[in-house]
């Protein structure tokens, strides 16, 4: 088996390997082609060691040396070959990388859009800005209620005729989404006893036709003052003062006579119409005036209810209607705009 010129031909093998080896290696042009290389060239699998095979046909020890030098030496050099090319591709590589994802922090950014409050959102804020400075605490109340808080406590007996004036969305026979904030009279009242300031903003319902002056779902704020020798006369400074706080102090305010169940005596508040400034028009419906919402001295029977002594206390409730302030502050011809949720129409009030 001993073959004669078996030494000379792997010698020959290895140098051939050797240069194509070199010669891949340099024409290698990214890290993954010079693995490929590394792959083929070296380690246990590849064509440089396979010319170990070789080794039994050689004749003597000497020429195993010489066979086994000549192939370590050729490994040797292509390893050094193999990791100088590797790290100039790195670099070269990492370059590319940087010019490619290169950033100039210098250019201005994308801007950030701001969102804003709604109108109506702002005027209840403002409003309740004003209460506290004047020493109203400020509660809530649920929107989903009983029959026996909205209606029955506040003196509205079943089948009382002030109900068809708010009729509303019942969830069961005594349990309704609530058509004013006024049950949190009674609520505040049992649980605090006088003297008693609270404001109690947020969202009524009324099955209701709508229309420019009217909503279906529309916010509150009540007001609850509970105290000794509380009048009407309290009432009348507390609201002309807030009114005027939030539309200028040459507004005029009125106050006109209308039943409540729960308050006696009762009155509406009025502001002269922004739109027509008197004179009568869609806005206001033809009346020059505005309605800003109802008051009254709390009824006796409803202190009572609340747990309150009716021969010691006294107190004035009051409900406005911030959507309504809203569109006579910012002369809005129509309420229903404010729910419509059109970016157009409310970014003017931004
Ligand atoms: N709750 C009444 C309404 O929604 C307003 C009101 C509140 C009147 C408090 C008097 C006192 O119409």
């Known amino acids: 088996m001993i073959d004669e010129r078996a030494i000379d031909e792997a010698l020959r093998q290895v140098e051939q390997l050797r240069a194509e080896a070199l010669q891949a290696i340099s024409a290698a042009e990214n890290t993954s082609r010079l ?8 380690g246990k699998k590849s064509v440089l060691t396979a010319v170990m095979q070789i080794m039994p046909r050689l004749r003597s020890n000497d020429e195993r040396k010489t066979l086994g030098a000549a192939v370590n030496a050729a490994k040797v050099e292509i390893e050094t070959a193999l990791e100088d090319r590797r790290l100039q591709l790195g670099r070269r590589e990492l370059e590319a990388r940087l010019e490619a994802e290169r950033v100039d922090v210098t250019l201005p950014g994308t801007p950030v859009q701001r969102g804003y409050q709604h109108p109506t959102l702002q005027t209840m804020r403002e409003l309740i800005d004003i209460f506290r400075q004047m020493g109203y605490a400020v509660v809530e109340g649920p929107e989903v209620e009983w029959d026996l808080y909205n209606f029955q406590l506040l003196n509205f007996p079943p089948d009382h005729p002030a109900r068809d004036l708010q009729d509303t969305f019942y969830v069961t026979d005594d349990m309704l989404l609530r058509t004013q904030t006024s049950p949190a009279q009674i609520r505040v009242m049992r649980e605090q006893r006088p003297p008693i300031r609270v404001i109690v903003p947020g969202l009524v319902y009324r099955d209701e036709a709508e229309d420019a002056t009217h909503l279906s779902e529309f916010f509150q704020i009540e007001g609850l ?3 000794t020798n509380i009048t009407l006369a309290d009432l009348k400074g507390t609201l002309t003062e807030v009114v005027q706080r939030f539309f200028g102090r040459e507004r005029g305010v009125r106050f006109r006579p209308h039943y409540f169940p729960f308050t006696e005596p009762s009155a509406e508040i009025d502001i002269s119409c922004f739109a027509c400034g008197g004179a009568g028009c869609r806005s206001c419906g033809g009346e020059g005036w505005l309605e800003l919402g109802g008051a009254g001295m709390v009824h006796p029977i409803v202190l009572e209810n609340g747990g309150v002594d009716p021969e010691v206390y006294s107190g004035f409730a009051f409900g406005l209607g911030p959507d309504r302030f809203t569109m006579m502050r910012g ?8 729910r419509h949720g059109d970016v157009r129409f409310l ?4």
């Open 331 to 338: 002369n809005i011809t129509d309420l229903r705009l404010l």
């Open 35 to 42: 693995e490929e290389a590394r792959i083929r060239f070296t």
């Open 347 to 350: 970014e003017q009030f931004n």
């Open 225 to 227: 003052a509970v105290d």
